[in-house]
């Protein structure tokens, strides 16, 4: 297996619904961002892994179409809310194993406002299981479906280890603390705990301010082996050192556990194997961005990924043990809950932002001496990708 490098990265600024542009003019501005970072010609990409959860099928086609038409595989991945890690997954394959040798990963969406709701009532829901197993666990509601879902598994937790409402709500002022000096974020403006918790309740310890938004946006990367990168005069000092993907297992059903529906054993599994495979442990990550797609998630992802023992989330918050001058920075850009979450472009803006800080080109964010670098992108239904990069020479 040959090692996979990110040459280039690209995303534009994540937007609202109402003053987004439409998804292939987000899509082909990432894409062209991150060949112009690169430096090389659409011509160059041997194949591309398009990422985008809601859209008529061969929407990849249609934004590459507007870079350039050569011919190339476009391949289009629907994986959830990790569906851009998705792309990335399927890119860094096709380099390590000798298929391409320069491959583009791409993620985009064109959201609506509002809660995300099912597309299709005509037929079997993806979700059907998870439904049932909420439903039996903590009864019906007519809160938006991922919040009962990731609202529900807070609640678990906290009943189990007795977190306070108001380390939940401090995830949320650390987000936006960090996306202040992220001009590709939507939410910049500073909150304090009190606002997080007077913000309309949602659902268990969620208010609407520790909700991510809907959002709209795209972020590529092209990815490359080492000989195509030495022959075309590419940059080789961030490179793909492992990845996993796992999907649910037996235990997301049948403990009846709300922490278990929303994908911890995915991600724990997952990043279990990027460490085995790595020799990595959680101790040497300095910086990671996490799926925060709700406060109660990053607070699971800590501890799913290691970086604080079971049941030690909240020393964790109140330690500052999750941003600048602590043991990990979460999320430098802003994470999903203030840069925003465009589904199918989330895993490859988080990959742009870990690609900056470990270049140092983060500006403002960046987190000093890193690097190794961890990214955690899960989806419902479900997937976890978990990928580690390195700072190389």
Not at 50 to 76: F, H, K
Not at 113 to 138: C, K, L, M, N
Not at 367 to 378: E, K, P, S
Request: proline share 4%; with cysteine.
């Amino acid at each position: 297996m040959r090692r996979a490098y990110v040459a280039g990265v690209g995303m534009v600024p994540f937007r609202t619904p109402s003053r987004s542009e439409p998804y292939d003019v987000l899509g082909a501005n990432a894409v062209r961002a991150a060949l112009a970072d690169a430096g090389v010609e659409h011509g160059a990409l041997q194949q591309a892994y398009a990422g985008y959860v809601y859209g008529d099928s061969t929407s990849g086609q249609r934004v590459l179409y507007e870079v350039g038409r050569t011919g190339i595989p476009v391949v289009n991945v629907n994986n959830n809310c990790s569906t851009g890690s998705s792309a990335l997954f399927l890119a860094r394959q096709a380099v390590e194993s000798g298929t391409a040798d320069c491959v583009l990963a791409l993620g985009f969406e064109q959201m609506r406002r509002g809660a995300i709701t099912a597309q299709w009532t005509d037929r079997p829901s993806t979700f059907d299981r998870f439904e049932e197993v909420t439903h039996a666990v903590q009864g019906s509601s007519d809160a938006p479906l991922a919040a009962q879902f990731f609202g529900g598994a807070g609640a678990a937790y906290a009943e189990r280890h007795g977190t306070r409402p108001e380390t939940f709500a401090a995830i949320s002022v650390k987000s936006r603390r960090h996306a202040a000096h992220n001009p590709y974020a939507v939410f910049r403006d500073p909150l304090t705990v009190e606002e997080v918790l007077a913000s309309p309740h949602v659902y268990g310890p969620l208010t609407r301010l520790q909700c991510c938004p809907p959002t709209c946006g795209a972020a590529a990367a092209v990815i490359v082996s080492e000989d195509f990168a030495r022959t075309h005069g590419l940059r080789t000092d961030v490179a793909v050192k492992a990845q996993a993907m796992t999907t649910d297992f037996a235990s997301t059903f049948d403990e009846k556990d709300m922490t278990k529906v929303v994908g911890y054993d995915m991600a724990a599994a997952a990043a279990r194997q990027v460490y085995e495979a790595s020799g990595v442990s959680p101790e040497d990550i300095g910086v990671v961005e996490l799926h925060d797609c709700f406060t109660a998630n990053e607070l699971l992802s800590y501890e799913a990924l290691g970086l604080t023992p079971e049941g030690t989330a909240e020393k964790f918050v109140a330690d500052g043990d999750n941003t600048y001058g602590g043991r990990v920075v979460s999320n430098p850009s802003g994470g999903l809950l203030s840069k925003g979450h465009p589904l199918g472009a989330t895993g490859l803006a988080q990959c742009a932002e870990l690609v900056w800080q470990l270049r140092g080109e983060a500006g403002a964010r960046q987190v000093d001496g890193v690097t190794l670098a961890l990214q955690h992108n899960i989806g419902l239904g479900g997937a976890a990708v978990v990928t580690l990069y390195e700072k190389v020479g």
